[in-house]
C-alpha cells in the first residue's frame, strides 16, 4: 500500500523512527518534504521544554481545546462540523463556568542533514469572531526554531515566530531570543498570536522601552520606520472595533443550529460595531486590552501561578482522528467606490487543516522576516531560497479640516484613529492594518484591486500592478487617505459616453493637504474616490492616450456627491481649470479681505460662483459649454476696479488702503484670469501658440501676484495670507502644465 501525504508528513505508518540525534526521517517516495519526524519520545520532550505560556485578554469567548469533542461520523469520515463545536464549547463552558478542555497540540520537524528542528505547537479554537471576517475551527501557530548544537538538553531556541492573522500579514518574529520560553499573547476574539519575550510577559511591547527589550526584532517596514510584525493593536494604543457575525442574513445567535449561544456568548456590546458603514466616524471610545486569563503547561514550571493548565497532545493524533472540519463559509463584506453607488463586494475566508498547511512539513515557509529566513539558511546549511521578497505597502491616514486653512478650504492628514482591513481582489482573505498600515506579503504578480475600509470611514480603492519581486507602495505616495463617514464627498468622474476620453489615472490634490489621492481607480470609466468635504482640490484626470484634464473641486458643507459629467482632456481643459481657480482665488480672497462669508460677497449681477456647488448633488461640467468662469473673469476684473476705486473713495474698509495691498495682489490675479480664459478660447480653436503665449502671461501674473504679498509681509489678514498664497503655488504649478499640455 502506497504512502498518502498525510502519513509521510506525520510519519504515522509503522516503521521505525531513528533517536532524534541520528536524524532519520520517514517520508514517502513520491512526495519528499524538505524536513520529518523524530522519534516520538524526543519529540515530546522537545515540545515539554517549550511549551509556551498563554495570555488572553478580558472578552476572550474561545480557548484553545480539542476540536476532536466535537466531532461525528458523517458519510463514512469523522468529522467535526463548525455548528457542532461552536454549540457544544458554548453549552460545556456555561454548565462549568470553566473553559473546556485546554490543549495544545504539538507538531516536531527537523532538517534533513542539520542540526536544526522545529517545534510547532498548534492552538484550536471553535471560532474566530474578528473586526470583518470570522470562522469556524481557527487554528494558531507559534514556531520555535531550536539551534539543536547548542548547550543543554534541548538544544537552544534560535527563532520564534508566531502566527498573525493571515499568511499575508507579517509573523510576530524574535531572533536569537534570551528567554528559553515564549510567551503567546492572543488577540481578543482572533487569536493572532502577539510574542512575549521581554519581562512584561502579558502585554504587547513593538518598540523597546527603557529597561526593557521589544516583544519582536522584525526588520522596520521603511514606509512608517517601524518593525513589519502585525502585533496587537489595542495593546498599542489603536482602537480595533469588531464586527457582528451573521449567517443568512440574521445574527449568528439566532440560528437555529446555534441554540446554546445567545448575543453575551460572542464578543462583548464594548468591542464590537453593528457595522463599518453604519457609523459616521471612526469609534475612538473603545477599551483598551486588559489581561485576562492565562494558560500554562501543565506539567510546567509556572503551572501553580497560572489561571489553567492545558495539555499538550501530539498533532498526529489529530491527523489520526478526524478526516475534516467543516461548516458554512461565512462571508464578510467590503464596500468598493463606484460610480453610482458603493458596490458591497461578498468574500469568503476560511480555514484548513494544519497538515494541509506547506508551513506544517516546511516551518521556514512561515518566517516572514526575510533577515530572518536567510540567517536560518546560512547558520543551518539549509538548500533554500530567499522566500518570497514581494510586499504591497500603504499607510492609512485620516483626512481632517486644515487648521491652517480658512474653513472649508484646506484639509491635512493625520494618523488614522481606528484600525482597518484592506483586500486584494484576488485574494480570498482580508487583512488587517497594524499601527494604521496595510502590509500584504506573497501577492502574486500581475492586476490587483486594492480595498481598504475602517469602522466609520467611507471606503478606499484603487487597481494596481503588482510585479511580483519587489515593493509596490500604494496610494499617494504610501498614503492611503480616508475621511469619515459624515464628512465624505464623493468626487465621481463619468466617462461612459463612448465619445469621451477614458479615464486610465487620477490625482486629487487638497491645497493644504497634498495629494490625497493617485492611481487607478477601481471602476474603469465609472470612477468615484471619496474626498472630505473641508477640502479644496485640484483632480487631474489622464485618459488612456495620456491626455490630462483637471478640475476644481470645492465641496460645499452640505454636499454629498460632485460629479464630472463631461470628462475633457488637452490644453483647453487645463487652461479652464486655471480661469476656474483663479477666479475662485479672487472671489475667495476679497470675501476675506472684506472680512466677509463669501455668500454675503456682493459681486456684480454678471457674476458666476466659479466651483463652489451649493446642493447635495453637486455637477462640474467637464465642457466648454458652461460659461461660469467667463462670467467670474468679468466680475473679478470689475471687482478689482470697484476696489480701487472704492478704497480711493472711501467706500471700502479703511484696511484695504494701506498700501494698496489687497488692490496689488487681487489685480494680478483678475488679469492673471483674463489671460487664462483667452489661453482656453485659443486652444479650443487649435491655436497652440497664441494659447501658450495667453497662459505664459498668466504665469506672469501669478508671479507678480505672489511678490506683491509676499513684499506685504504681515499686513494681510493671515487668512487671506494662507489661502491666497496656497492658491497662487497651486496656480503656478498648473500654469505651467497647461503650457506642456498638447491641444
Same mark, same amino acid.
Given at each position: 500500500?502506497?504512502?498518502?501525504?498525510?502519513?509521510?508528513?506525520?510519519?504515522?505508518?509503522?516503521?521505525?523512527?531513528?533517536?532524534?540525534?541520528?536524524?532519520?526521517?520517514?517520508?514517502?517516495?513520491?512526495?519528499?518534504?524538505?524536513?520529518?519526524?523524530?522519534?516520538?519520545?524526543?519529540?515530546?520532550?522537545?515540545?515539554?521544554?517549550?511549551?509556551?505560556?498563554?495570555?488572553?485578554?478580558?472578552?476572550?469567548? *474561545?480557548?484553545?481545546?480539542?476540536?476532536?469533542?466535537?466531532?461525528?461520523?458523517?458519510?463514512?469520515?469523522?468529522?467535526?462540523?463548525?455548528?457542532?463545536?461552536?454549540?457544544?464549547?458554548?453549552?460545556?463552558?456555561?454548565?462549568?463556568?470553566?473553559?473546556?478542555?485546554?490543549?495544545?497540540?504539538?507538531?516536531?520537524?527537523?532538517?534533513?542533514?542539520?542540526?536544526?528542528?522545529?517545534?510547532?505547537? *498548534?492552538?484550536?479554537?471553535?471560532?474566530?469572531?474578528?473586526?470583518?471576517?470570522?470562522? *469556524?475551527?481557527? *487554528?494558531?501557530?507559534?514556531?520555535?526554531?531550536?539551534? &539543536?548544537?547548542?548547550?543543554?538538553?534541548?538544544?537552544?531556541?534560535?527563532?520564534?515566530?508566531?502566527?498573525?492573522?493571515?499568511?499575508?500579514?507579517?509573523?510576530?518574529?524574535?531572533?536569537?531570543?534570551?528567554?528559553?520560553?515564549?510567551?503567546?499573547?492572543?488577540?481578543?476574539?482572533?487569536?493572532?498570536?502577539?510574542?512575549?519575550?521581554?519581562?512584561?510577559?502579558?502585554?504587547?511591547?513593538?518598540?523597546?522601552?527603557?529597561?526593557?527589550?521589544?516583544?519582536?526584532?522584525?526588520?522596520? &517596514?521603511?514606509?512608517?520606520?517601524?518593525?513589519?510584525?502585525?502585533?496587537?493593536?489595542?495593546?498599542?494604543?489603536?482602537?480595533?472595533?469588531?464586527?457582528?457575525?451573521?449567517?443568512?442574513?440574521?445574527?449568528?445567535?439566532?440560528?437555529?443550529?446555534?441554540?446554546?449561544?445567545?448575543?453575551?456568548?460572542?464578543?462583548?456590546?464594548?468591542?464590537?460595531?453593528?457595522?463599518?458603514?453604519?457609523?459616521?466616524?471612526?469609534?475612538?471610545?473603545?477599551?483598551?486590552?486588559?489581561?485576562?486569563?492565562?494558560?500554562?503547561?501543565?506539567?510546567?514550571?509556572?503551572?501553580?501561578?497560572?489561571?489553567?493548565?492545558?495539555?499538550?497532545?501530539?498533532?498526529?493524533?489529530?491527523?489520526?482522528?478526524?478526516?475534516?472540519?467543516?461548516?458554512?463559509?461565512?462571508?464578510?463584506?467590503?464596500?468598493?467606490?463606484?460610480?453610482?453607488?458603493?458596490?458591497?463586494?461578498?468574500?469568503?475566508?476560511?480555514?484548513?487543516?494544519?497538515?494541509?498547511?506547506?508551513?506544517?512539513?516546511?516551518?521556514?515557509?512561515?518566517?516572514?522576516?526575510?533577515?530572518?529566513?536567510?540567517?536560518?539558511?546560512?547558520?543551518?546549511?539549509?538548500?533554500?531560497?530567499?522566500?518570497?521578497?514581494?510586499?504591497?505597502?500603504?499607510?492609512?491616514?485620516?483626512?481632517?479640516?486644515?487648521?491652517?486653512?480658512?474653513?472649508?478650504?484646506?484639509?491635512?492628514?493625520?494618523?488614522?484613529?481606528?484600525?482597518?482591513?484592506?483586500?486584494?481582489?484576488?485574494?480570498?482573505?482580508?487583512?488587517?492594518?497594524?499601527?494604521?498600515?496595510?502590509?500584504?506579503?506573497?501577492?502574486?504578480?500581475?492586476?490587483?484591486?486594492?480595498?481598504?475600509?475602517?469602522?466609520?470611514?467611507?471606503?478606499?480603492?484603487?487597481?494596481?500592478?503588482?510585479?511580483?519581486?519587489?515593493?509596490?507602495?500604494?496610494?499617494?505616495?504610501?498614503?492611503?487617505?480616508?475621511?469619515?463617514?459624515?464628512?465624505?464627498?464623493?468626487?465621481?468622474?463619468?466617462?461612459?459616453?463612448?465619445?469621451?476620453?477614458?479615464?486610465?489615472?487620477?490625482?486629487?490634490?487638497?491645497?493644504?493637504?497634498?495629494?490625497?489621492?493617485?492611481?487607478?481607480?477601481?471602476?474603469?470609466?465609472?470612477?468615484?474616490?471619496?474626498?472630505?468635504?473641508?477640502?479644496?482640490?485640484?483632480?487631474?484626470?489622464?485618459?488612456?492616450?495620456?491626455?490630462?484634464?483637471?478640475?476644481?473641486?470645492?465641496?460645499?458643507?452640505?454636499?454629498?456627491?460632485?460629479?464630472?459629467?463631461?470628462?475633457?482632456?488637452?490644453?483647453?481643459?487645463?487652461?479652464?481649470?486655471?480661469?476656474?481657480?483663479? %477666479?475662485?482665488?479672487?472671489?475667495?480672497?476679497?470675501?476675506?479681505?472684506?472680512?466677509?462669508?463669501?455668500?454675503?460677497?456682493?459681486?456684480?449681477?454678471?457674476?458666476?460662483?466659479?466651483?463652489?456647488?451649493?446642493?447635495?448633488?453637486?455637477?462640474?461640467?467637464?465642457?466648454?459649454?458652461?460659461?461660469?468662469?467667463?462670467?467670474?473673469?468679468?466680475?473679478?476684473?470689475?471687482?478689482?476696479?470697484?476696489?480701487?476705486?472704492?478704497?480711493?473713495?472711501?467706500?471700502?474698509?479703511?484696511?484695504?488702503?494701506?498700501?494698496?495691498?489687497?488692490?496689488?495682489?487681487?489685480?494680478?490675479?483678475?488679469?492673471?484670469?483674463?489671460?487664462?480664459?483667452?489661453?482656453?478660447?485659443?486652444?479650443?480653436?487649435?491655436?497652440? @501658440?497664441?494659447?501658450?503665449?495667453?497662459?505664459?502671461? %498668466?504665469?506672469?501674473?501669478?508671479?507678480?501676484?505672489?511678490?506683491?504679498?509676499?513684499? @506685504?509681509?504681515?499686513?494681510?489678514?493671515?487668512?487671506?495670507?494662507?489661502?491666497?498664497?496656497?492658491?497662487?503655488?497651486?496656480?503656478?504649478?498648473?500654469?505651467?502644465?497647461?503650457?506642456?499640455?498638447?491641444?
Amino acid at each position: 500500500m502506497g504512502v498518502t501525504r498525510r502519513q509521510a508528513l506525520l510519519g504515522g505508518v509503522g516503521a521505525s523512527v531513528a533517536a532524534l540525534g541520528a536524524g532519520a526521517f520517514v517520508t514517502s517516495a513520491d512526495e519528499r518534504p524538505p524536513t520529518g519526524q523524530p522519534d516520538a519520545a524526543d519529540a515530546r520532550r522537545l515540545a515539554e521544554a517549550y511549551a509556551p505560556d498563554l495570555y488572553f485578554g478580558v472578552g476572550e469567548r *474561545w480557548y484553545p481545546t480539542d476540536p476532536r469533542r466535537y466531532a461525528s461520523e458523517r458519510g463514512g469520515e469523522t468529522v467535526v462540523d463548525g455548528f457542532d463545536a461552536l454549540d457544544g464549547y458554548t453549552a460545556e463552558f456555561e454548565a462549568t463556568g470553566e473553559p473546556p478542555a485546554p490543549t495544545v497540540f504539538y507538531n516536531v520537524r527537523r532538517y534533513r542533514g542539520t542540526e536544526l528542528a522545529v517545534v510547532q505547537f *498548534w492552538f484550536y479554537s471553535v471560532f474566530d469572531q474578528f473586526t470583518s471576517n470570522f470562522h *469556524w475551527h481557527d *487554528w494558531e501557530l507559534l514556531q520555535v526554531f531550536v539551534d &539543536l548544537s547548542a548547550d543543554g538538553e534541548v538544544g537552544a531556541p534560535a527563532l520564534f515566530v508566531a502566527s498573525a492573522h493571515s499568511r499575508s500579514v507579517p509573523n510576530n518574529e524574535f531572533i536569537n531570543p534570551e528567554t528559553d520560553r515564549a510567551s503567546v499573547i492572543s488577540e481578543v476574539g482572533s487569536h493572532s498570536s502577539a510574542l512575549g519575550v521581554n519581562r512584561t510577559r502579558d502585554a504587547f511591547e513593538r518598540l523597546p522601552g527603557a529597561a526593557d527589550i521589544a516583544d519582536v526584532n522584525n526588520g522596520l &517596514l521603511d514606509l512608517v520606520d517601524l518593525p513589519a510584525a502585525y502585533g496587537l493593536p489595542r495593546d498599542e494604543g489603536f482602537a480595533l472595533p469588531f464586527a457582528l457575525p451573521e449567517l443568512d442574513g440574521a445574527p449568528m445567535y439566532d440560528h437555529p443550529r446555534l441554540p446554546n449561544v445567545d448575543r453575551e456568548d460572542l464578543l462583548p456590546d464594548e468591542l464590537t460595531v453593528r457595522s463599518f458603514a453604519g457609523l459616521p466616524s471612526p469609534p475612538v471610545d473603545l477599551p483598551a486590552r486588559e489581561p485576562g486569563r492565562q494558560f500554562a503547561f501543565e506539567g510546567g514550571d509556572g503551572a501553580g501561578d497560572a489561571d489553567h493548565t492545558y495539555a499538550l497532545a501530539p498533532m498526529a493524533d489529530v491527523a489520526a482522528d478526524l478526516d475534516d472540519t467543516t461548516g458554512p463559509r461565512l462571508s464578510f463584506e467590503f464596500s468598493v467606490p463606484s460610480f453610482a453607488e458603493d458596490a458591497i463586494a461578498s468574500h469568503i475566508t476560511a480555514s484548513s487543516l494544519p497538515f494541509d498547511q506547506p508551513r506544517f512539513s516546511d516551518p521556514l515557509a512561515d518566517v516572514t522576516d526575510l533577515d530572518h529566513r536567510r540567517a536560518m539558511v546560512d547558520r543551518f546549511g539549509l538548500d533554500a531560497g530567499d522566500g518570497p521578497t514581494d510586499l504591497v505597502v500603504a499607510a492609512v491616514r485620516e483626512a481632517r479640516p486644515a487648521a491652517d486653512a480658512p474653513e472649508g478650504n484646506g484639509i491635512e492628514t493625520r494618523e488614522s484613529r481606528a484600525e482597518g482591513v484592506a483586500l486584494l481582489e484576488s485574494e480570498p482573505t482580508a487583512v488587517p492594518t497594524f499601527n494604521g498600515v496595510v502590509a500584504l506579503r506573497g501577492v502574486a504578480a500581475g492586476e490587483h484591486r486594492l480595498t481598504v475600509n475602517a469602522a466609520g470611514v467611507a471606503p478606499y480603492a484603487q487597481r494596481l500592478d503588482h510585479d511580483g519581486a519587489g515593493t509596490t507602495t500604494a496610494g499617494a505616495d504610501g498614503d492611503v487617505v480616508v475621511s469619515a463617514n459624515e464628512d465624505a464627498v464623493k468626487l465621481r468622474f463619468d466617462a461612459s459616453d463612448p465619445e469621451a476620453p477614458s479615464v486610465a489615472s487620477l490625482a486629487v490634490t487638497d491645497d493644504f493637504g497634498g495629494t490625497v489621492y493617485d492611481g487607478r481607480p477601481a471602476d474603469g470609466d465609472r470612477v468615484g474616490v471619496y474626498v472630505h468635504r473641508a477640502g479644496a482640490y485640484t483632480a487631474e484626470v489622464t485618459d488612456g492616450e495620456g491626455r490630462t484634464g483637471t478640475y476644481r473641486v470645492n465641496p460645499a458643507p452640505d454636499q454629498t456627491t460632485a460629479t464630472v459629467a463631461n470628462v475633457e482632456t488637452g490644453k483647453a481643459a487645463a487652461a479652464r481649470f486655471l480661469a476656474t481657480l483663479l %477666479a475662485e482665488t479672487f472671489e475667495q480672497g476679497l470675501a476675506l479681505a472684506l472680512g466677509v462669508d463669501l455668500d454675503a460677497l456682493q459681486l456684480p449681477d454678471d457674476t458666476a460662483e466659479s466651483g463652489r456647488e451649493r446642493d447635495g448633488e453637486g455637477e462640474v461640467d467637464g465642457t466648454d459649454t458652461a460659461d461660469g468662469d467667463d462670467q467670474a473673469v468679468d466680475g473679478a476684473r470689475t471687482t478689482v476696479d470697484d476696489l480701487v476705486d472704492g478704497a480711493a473713495a472711501g467706500r471700502f474698509p479703511a484696511r484695504l488702503k494701506e498700501e494698496g495691498v489687497y488692490v496689488r495682489t487681487l489685480g494680478p490675479v483678475a488679469d492673471a484670469v483674463e489671460a487664462a480664459r483667452t489661453a482656453r478660447e485659443a486652444a479650443a480653436t487649435g491655436d497652440a @501658440a497664441a494659447a501658450n503665449d495667453a497662459l505664459r502671461g %498668466a504665469l506672469a501674473d501669478v508671479a507678480s501676484a505672489r511678490e506683491a504679498l509676499a513684499a @506685504a509681509g504681515s499686513q494681510p489678514r493671515a487668512a487671506f495670507r494662507t489661502l491666497v498664497s496656497a492658491r497662487l503655488s497651486t496656480a503656478r504649478t498648473r500654469a505651467e502644465a497647461a503650457i506642456d499640455t498638447e491641444l
